[in-house]
């Protein structure tokens, strides 16, 4: 069965400090990959997304993530975080071949960024 | 325009009772997700709506758990006989079509707690 799985379950961090979210998943297919965020009070919101073509994806808010196949890892990375990076941040799974696009997630990586 | 809304946002119950979760999807979204949210845990899919298709309902836990979806629009999500395991954020999702190349909308979430 496909699993993802995220090493940090909570991270602190200094704004301007860099991040890196790790994330694999078990599924030797062909997978389509996302991070969805959530912040205080606010509903689960699509990050990024990765299909196919270029690797490295950019998302919203400076936010950009990278597939390597031979790891199964799709990290999720930002240069300087802000304080308002501050939320709950989920990887996620879909096989193209997994019948209704169900997504299969990470268990979450609280992020903390202190001002 | 209007996002996926879900109601109760928080519904309080006695072990035993039978709950009943509404999720309103956005207009014209074809397919309708629940997942459960437990403490500390990702996300889990539980069951997924796409038109008049039989529903996919590989990932609800027992027989307790059931859904609807009249066509296109609101789905309920009904838990007889509530067990404390049962205590969860139940999230809905929709999204234009089934392809895992479609992104899924979040609702805010329904907190159940079962006492």
């Known amino acids: 069965a496909q699993s993802v799985s995220q090493h940090n379950h909570h991270v602190i961090l200094s704004e301007a400090a860099s991040l890196e979210l790790g994330c694999n998943y078990s599924?030797?297919?062909?997978?389509?990959l996302f991070w969805y965020v959530q912040y205080p009070g606010q509903h689960l919101q699509l990050l990024l997304k990765y299909f196919s073509g270029d690797p490295l994806v950019k998302g919203i808010k400076g936010f950009e993530a990278e597939f390597i196949k031979s790891k199964f890892s799709f990290n999720l990375r930002k240069p300087s975080v802000q304080w308002s990076d501050t939320a709950e941040y989920f990887c996620?799974?879909?096989?193209?071949?997994?019948?209704?696009?169900?997504?299969?997630f990470g268990q979450g990586t609280e992020l903390s960024v202190k001002p | 325009g209007a996002g996926v809304s879900q109601s109760p946002s928080n519904k309080v119950t006695e072990k035993g009772k039978d709950v009943e979760l509404r999720c309103d999807p956005i207009?014209?979204?074809?397919?309708l997700y629940w997942y459960r949210q437990r403490l500390g845990q990702g996300l889990e899919f539980l069951i997924y709506?796409?038109?008049?298709?039989?529903?996919?309902k590989s990932g609800l836990p027992s027989d307790r758990f059931s859904a609807e979806r009249t066509g296109e629009s609101v789905s309920t999500l009904t838990i007889q006989r509530t067990q404390q395991e049962d205590s969860a954020v139940y999230l809905c999702?929709?999204?234009?079509?089934?392809?895992?190349?479609?992104?899924?909308?979040f609702g805010p979430g329904t907190r159940l707690t079962v006492l």
């Open positions: 599924y030797g297919g062909t997978v389509n």
């Open positions: 999702a929709s999204s234009p079509g089934t392809s895992g190349y479609n992104e899924q909308f």
């Open positions: 207009s014209g979204h074809t397919a």
């Open positions: 996620a799974v879909t096989s193209i071949y997994n019948q209704g696009g169900k997504l299969i």
């Open positions: 709506f796409q038109g008049n298709s039989a529903p996919d």
